[in-house]
Structures are given as structure tokens and as C-alpha cells.
């Protein structure tokens, strides 16, 4: 079964530093899909990022980036320059897809608390 | 343009009640999802349907029938409210092909029973 770990349940950076927050995977399937989202304290699901399985090269959006390991099976978000405006709670998720059922289903890791501190 | 809508955002009730939460997408997609947030985070995928089919359940208490009446719509109707069904509601769109590269998300219900 495919499982998603996050080990850091809080993170703590300061403004305008780099910030990298976990997230290892496990799955049996060749092809799959990692999603990063992020959850302010308004409560709704912001994607972030995505990284195939097979892209070649390291997914970037603005200040997002994820780190891929593909043999190490991890899929590491990294924010630079923080802002005040980065403090949430941090989503990794794995994308299931079903041929047979028609279906991309997201299971998600436990998340991480960020906070920036001025 | 709000992509994945959802209704209401906030609900208390009380236990025993029957309640229902709706969900529109406008952007084509063939297939949604409800997802459930408990009390710690944890987000875990409760239905999916595919053009109005119904084809993930995932150990839902019968309780809980979605219900699709187009491929735009997915509503979640909760029969006989318990405190353990407090939680946010997230319902979400996607195409159903592979490789999809995102998931999108609604605003969230937060349901209160009381």
C-alpha cells in the first residue's frame, strides 16, 4: 500500500531564510505523482508543487522547489527566503491512479506546522 | 471564478440531526472527491465518483450517501449526526486520466456537532 511520512510535525524558520520540510514515500508503482499543499489557518488546501515520477528534472514554482530522490524515495519541499506569510501547515501527498476506476486519489502524509519568525 | 465551490462553510448541529454539504466544480472534470480533516490534520479520502459513479468508498459508515446528480455536482449527506463526524469536509475535482498533475480543492466545511 502506498504510505506518505512526515517526520517533522513543526518546523520554525526565520524570515528570509530556506526552509526544507520532509517527506519520504513508499510504493511499488513505476509511474506516480508527488503534490505538495499548503494549509494556512484559513483552512483551505493550496497546491503548491507537483514532481512525476518520471520528470528528469527537480520541479520549481517561484519560491517552492522540491528536492526528488527517487532511489531514496523522498520528495523534500524547500522554501526559500521565508516569509511571515509562509506560516501553515504543509501537506505532502501521493497521487493513486486507477485505470480501471477512473480515479486519481491523493493520500496524504500527516503534515508539517511551519512557523516564520520575524 | 472559484474552480471547486462549496456549501455551506460552516455548520453546527446537533447530534442525530441530518445534514448536507454541497460541491460544484466549473472545471470540466470528470471525477470528485469528498475528504475528510480530523481534529489532528489528518486528511483521508472518503468518496470519489467518475461522471456521476460512484467508484471509491473507502470504509465510510453507511451513514454518510453521496449523492451525484451531474458531473459537476457531488453533494455528501450525513444521516443521524455523531460528535465523532465533527470535522472539515474537503471535496476536490480532477480528470480522471493518469498523470494528472494537480488536485483541486474546495474551501472546506467545517461541520460542528454538538
Known amino acids: 500500500a502506498q504510505k506518505i511520512t512526515q517526520t517533522q510535525p513543526g518546523m520554525f524558520v526565520q524570515e528570509k531564510e530556506a526552509v526544507t520540510l520532509d517527506c519520504t514515500y513508499d510504493?511499488?508503482?513505476?509511474?506516480?505523482?508527488l503534490f505538495w499543499y499548503k494549509q494556512p489557518s484559513s483552512g483551505e488546501m493550496i497546491f503548491l508543487i507537483y514532481?512525476?515520477?518520471?520528470?528528469?528534472q527537480n520541479a520549481t514554482e517561484g519560491r517552492y522547489s522540491l528536492n526528488f530522490q527517487k532511489a531514496r524515495k523522498s520528495a523534500n519541499l524547500v522554501i526559500s527566503a521565508s516569509q511571515l506569510g509562509d506560516s501553515a501547515m504543509y501537506f505532502c501527498?501521493?497521487?493513486?491512479?486507477?485505470?480501471?476506476?477512473?480515479?486519481?486519489?491523493?493520500?496524504f502524509g500527516a503534515g508539517t506546522r511551519l512557523a516564520v519568525h520575524p | 471564478d472559484t474552480a471547486v465551490s462549496q456549501t455551506p462553510k460552516y455548520l453546527v448541529t446537533q447530534m442525530g440531526n441530518d445534514k448536507s454539504i454541497k460541491c460544484e466544480q466549473n472545471?470540466?472534470?470528470?471525477?470528485m472527491y469528498w475528504y475528510k480533516q480530523d481534529s489532528k490534520k489528518f486528511l483521508k479520502i472518503m468518496f470519489s465518483y467518475n461522471n456521476k459513479e460512484l467508484i471509491i468508498n473507502e470504509t465510510v459508515p453507511n451513514r454518510f450517501s453521496p449523492k451525484s446528480p451531474d458531473k459537476a455536482h457531488l453533494n455528501l449527506h450525513i444521516n443521524s449526526l455523531e460528535l465523532g463526524d465533527s470535522a472539515v469536509y474537503f471535496c476536490?475535482?480532477?480528470?480522471?486520466?493518469?498523470?494528472?498533475?494537480?488536485?483541486?480543492f474546495g474551501p472546506g466545511t467545517r461541520l460542528t456537532v454538538t
Open positions: 514532481q512525476g515520477s518520471y520528470d528528469e
Open positions: 510504493t511499488s508503482d513505476q509511474s506516480y505523482g
Open positions: 472545471l470540466g472534470h470528470d471525477t
Open positions: 476536490a475535482s480532477s480528470q480522471a486520466s493518469e498523470g494528472i498533475r494537480e488536485q483541486y
Open positions: 501527498a501521493m497521487r493513486e491512479f486507477s485505470f480501471s476506476g477512473g480515479y486519481n486519489k491523493l493520500i
